[in-house]
């Protein structure tokens, strides 16, 4: 039932977001095509719900041909080497929806969520995000609109063609999907790609998010999406649009 709502509560916010923000996105399109030769528009092919793919369009925040590079950016990766989850002391799921995410573990003196134990539990790995802090190949406008996250406006107009939703997993690229199709992270996908997420309100643009955290964030919403955590990621975006870092 609340899939069918949810739909058409896309289809209502991607309208009237599109309406409400077509100054800025006008305003972008020309700063963008006056200030660095390339197209405006950025179609990067992603990997949504079920593994279906599609293209998730952005705002041209890099020089032309810089996605031909990210081979050698591998060395500046945020994500290089997956960091120990031991560390991680309290489950940012039960602090978004403010009470237990999951079912508690009891341990001698310590109770934790099965979340939270997940997380401690993981091995280090290689990494399968690729996120680069300061990346050389961003344009100065375009560090303007990633840390305003103009950018991502235009992915309103992947909401109404149902390619993925106002709130959800972010839809990967192809080379980080084609790593997490193992047991452990598969179940991610099975939850509707969105503009925001879990990860981007508790996490987003901080050096120290963990490749495991990030995973196990994503296969919490897919298990337990609804509309009480919708509502409360949506209500928690806005305050988390400004980034701490140039990511």
């Known amino acids: ?3 069918h709502f949810k739909r058409s509560y896309d289809i209502c916010a991607a309208l009237a977001g599109l309406i409400l923000f ?24 992603r990997v949504g719900q079920y593994y279906k793919t599609f293209g998730m369009i952005k705002f041209r925040t890099m020089y032309a041909q810089s996605d031909k590079q990210t081979a050698l950016m ?3 990766n945020q994500y290089k080497t997956s960091q120990d989850t031991s560390t991680i002391r309290t ?3 039960c602090e978004i929806l403010t009470e237990t995410c999951s079912t508690l573990l009891i341990a001698d003196d310590v109770v934790i969520c099965e979340n939270l134990h997940l997380m401690r539990k993981a091995q280090k790995k290689e990494a399968a ?29 992947n909401i109404l063609k ?28 099975n ?13 987003r643009g901080k050096g ?5 955290e990030r995973i196990e964030l994503d296969k919490t919403y897919a298990k337990e999406f609804s509309f009480k955590t919708d509502f409360k990621i949506f209500m928690k975006t806005f305050p988390a649009l400004l980034q701490e870092e140039n990511v």
Do not use: H
């Not at 969105?194 to 981007?200: A, V």
């Not at 120290?208 to 495991?212: F, G, K, L, R």
């Open 74 to 76: 591998k060395d500046l």
């Open 162 to 189: 149902g390619d993925m939703s106002l709130i959800g997993n972010r839809p990967l690229p192809l080379y980080e999907a084609e790593k997490l199709t193992t047991d452990d992270a598969i179940s991610r996908f």
């Open 91 to 93: 489950c940012p799921f």
């Open 208 to 212: 120290e998010v963990s490749e495991q």
């Open 129 to 157: 995000f690729m996120k680069i802090a300061n990346d050389p190949r961003v344009t100065p406008l375009g560090k303007l609109l990633r840390k305003t996250s103009i950018d991502e406006l235009p992915q309103l107009i």
């Open 191 to 203: 939850a509707p790609s969105g503009l925001t997420g879990l990860w981007q309100i508790t996490k």
């Open 1 to 3: 039932m609340y899939k």
């Open 22 to 45: 077509s100054p800025v996105l006008i305003v972008a399109a020309i700063l963008i095509k006056l200030t660095s030769r390339g197209n405006i528009f950025y179609v990067s092919p």
